[in-house]
């Protein structure tokens, strides 16, 4: 792996030995999750990704015996190429009968104060010392579609922690790129590698993680159409609830509804508890939390990649523990419709954490809806695109006349 240390910035940092337990008074939110894409669309979503720290570079790692702070994180290389320091890879497999890709989103986030740090504890103080400068371009990174070559992303800088009071410490950031056109001209089926990506090895106050998300959207032949609506920026959840409101859809009108939830967070430590996800019942009026064998109401985030009720193993590597990050897609329980019923328009969501620190940093919420909400917002997006497109008139009317 490539030694990027041209020179070294000594940072002195000490805390108590049960870093997650870092408190605020209010979880700040300087960059909150807000929406970034609805869509309205007779087909289905579909999320990968892995970790980009771990405690060996290319083995998996399946041990929860220690808190996130105490392993010495390196960046997972598998790609054998002497170009990238870092990368991780998963798999992306689209029904058969998927049509088109109608938008891809890809993410990387990392907790990035300086390059490598080190600790040691003192009177029950943990002692880290930082070095290294962090590297400004950590939005560029490589991408690598089935069958080609690695292309160079520039993304979007959607929060960047290291100047702000309450994120300088560990320093969290979230990069977007809209990879739609490069997945739309190349074989989508297959594997998917991302390198580069950039974070704190060693230690780091609450303990490094990395990660890498990719969400497709795509359009499907013979499906119930979807409402998909995708949230991104970065929300502290310390003690104080995150809410989300899902709206803008209407249910079908008969039938059982099928909807999910998808989230990509850092810093969720499989060791510390009391973190929780609730969907809100009208039935029986009150905040139902959610689990799954994988995840229990109690440590919902314990840096794991699942899907329901498994881990998502075509990755590499496929680390069971990620070390701080995690990418969960999870169905609502909705038996006999007791969450989400029929011609209902809204959802309420909440995200709490007692003992540990994590940041979410992507959010997507999918629902069955009916017929007539499909076409009749289909038909105004499509009004919309069209006054988007028009073009002014130049010059005087009578004279085309």
Known sequence: MKNLLKYSLAVLIVFSTNAQKLETLEPIQESPLSTQKEFYIQGDAIVIGNNILSEH???DYNEIGLINDRVEMKYVDIDGDNATFSSSAAALQLPQNAKKVKFAALYWSATYGFQKGQYKVVNNKMLIKGKG????????IKFKTPNQEYKSIKGEVVFDGHDK?????????????DVTSILQNNTTNGNYTVANVRATEGVITGGSSAGWVLYVVYEQEDVTPKYIRTYHGLSL??????DMHFNNF????FGEINASITMAAIEGDAKLKTDKCSIFSKKEDRFITMSSELRPETNFFNSKITSNEEYVTARLPKSENTLGFDLVTLNIPNANNSLLANNQNELDFKVFTKADRFYMFFTAFKTDISETCYLENNDLLAAVDVLKEAKPVVGNMEDEE
Do not use: G
């Open 250 to 253: 209407n249910t079908t009108a």
């Open 133 to 140: 400068e962090r590297d400004t371009t950590f939005n560029v």
């Open 237 to 242: 959840l310390n003690k104080k609830p995150l």
């Open 57 to 59: 570079a290319q083995k």
């Open 165 to 177: 009071k309450f994120f300088a410490a560990n320093s969290p950031y979230v990069c977007y790129a």
